[in-house]
Nanobody, 120 residues
């Protein structure tokens, strides 16, 4: 079974950058689509998929992050990244990754997530 671990979150000022990592064990990620999701404070029942990368490396982004976030994969490291630039207050959330066969990802298992706080 593929297990994913998210990392790279932290506290950052508006306009700053972070790079999140989604590391996998149990199976090569290159055969899967990987989606990045986020759950904002006060929205415990809403986990929004903000980006996805297919096994063919095609990428998708939700409008709120398009042009600011970049998803990529390093198959040698079995890791998918989310480069987040020009961060805004509204990007504050817990970020999760999950895998599926295709984008958009329908997640069946979740990791612990990594928290991103954008604050001045």
């Amino acid at each position: 079974q593929v297990r994913v671990v998210e990392s790279g979150g932290g506290l950052v000022q508006p306009g700053g950058s972070l790079r999140l990592s989604c590391a996998a064990s149990g199976s090569p990620l290159e055969y899967y689509a990987i989606g990045w999701f986020r759950q904002a404070p006060g929205k415990e029942h809403e986990r929004e998929q903000i980006s996805c990368i297919g096994s063919d490396d095609r990428t998708t982004y939700t409008d709120s992050v398009k042009g600011r976030f970049t998803i990529s994969r390093d198959n040698a490291k079995n890791t998918v990244y989310l480069q987040m630039n020009s961060l805004k207050f509204e990007d504050t959330a817990v970020y999760y990754c999950a895998r599926d066969l295709t984008c958009p990802v329908v997640a069946s298992h979740w990791g612990q997530g990594t928290q991103v706080v954008v604050s001045s």
